[in-house]
C-alpha cells in the first residue's frame, strides 16, 4: 500500500533530521572546512545520494544545521527569562542550565564555541544581520538586566556591556568544563567533586559580575 501524504512527510521530516543530527556530530568533531557529505552520510547509515536528495549539496546542509541550532539557542534563552521571578534568579537559573548542558548535551555547547568562529563561512554578512545571532540571545540579557537597575538588584551601568561581560564570563566558564571532560576521553559518567565545586564558583563568579557590591 503506498504511504499517505501525512506519512510521506513524517518520514522526510524524519529523515531531515537524521541527517542534521549527523551533520552536528562531524561538524563538532571537524569543523565545516573538513566535514564531508560521505562522513555525514555515514555517520547517519544512509547513501551519500540520500543526503543529496534531501540537501542539495554542503552549504545547504550547514545553512540548515547553523539556523537549526541558533533557533533552539532562542528558544532556550526565552524559556528562561519569560519564566516569574527576580532578575538574579533568572540569570540564575540560566547559569545554572548552561553548565549543566555541558554535561548533559555536550555536543551542542561544543557546536556553538566553534560556530562562533565559523559563522561567516556559511552566512553572508546580510544573512548574520537577518538571523539576528547572536544579537537576539544578547537582546534578551540586556533588557532583563535593564529591569533589575531601577530597583537596584543589578549594578547600574551599561546593560549592554554588563550583557556581554557576563557572556564572556559564562562561555569561559563552559569551555574550561569541556576542556575538563575531554580529559576524562570525553566522558564523566559522575562530577568529580573538584570539578562539581569549580562549576559552583564558576556561577558564583558570573552573578558576582551583575550585583551591585560588585564594585565593593
Known sequence: MPRTK???????CQRMDEILKSALSVYVEKGYAASEIADIAGRAGIA???????????????RELFATMMDKS??????????QGS??????????????????????VLFFMRMRHEL???FSEQEIKQLGWPHAFLHVLTETLSKGMPSGEIRTMSPGLL??????ALFNGMSHFIRC???????????PESVAQEMQDA??????????????
Open 181 to 191: 571532560i575531554e580529559n576524562q576521553d570525553g566522558h564523566l559518567k559522575h562530577i
Open 87 to 108: 532578575v538574579l534568579s533568572l540569570f540564575e537559573r540560566y547559569v545554572t542550565s548552561m553548565f549543566e548542558s555541558v554535561l548533559q548535551n555536550r555536543e551542542m
Open 163 to 168: 550583557a556581554m561581560q557576563f557572556s564572556g
Open 120 to 122: 561567516k563561512l556559511v
Open 48 to 62: 551519500k545520494g540520500l543526503v543529496h536528495y534531501y540537501f542539495k549539496d554542503k552549504a545547504t546542509l550547514f
Open 6 to 12: 501525512e506519512q510521506n512527510s513524517r518520514l522526510r
Open 203 to 216: 556561577a558564583a563568579s558570573c552573578m558576582a559580575i551583575l550585583r551591585p557590591d560588585a564594585l565593593l
Open 74 to 83: 532562542n528558544e532556550h534563552v526565552q524559556s528562561i527569562f519569560t519564566q
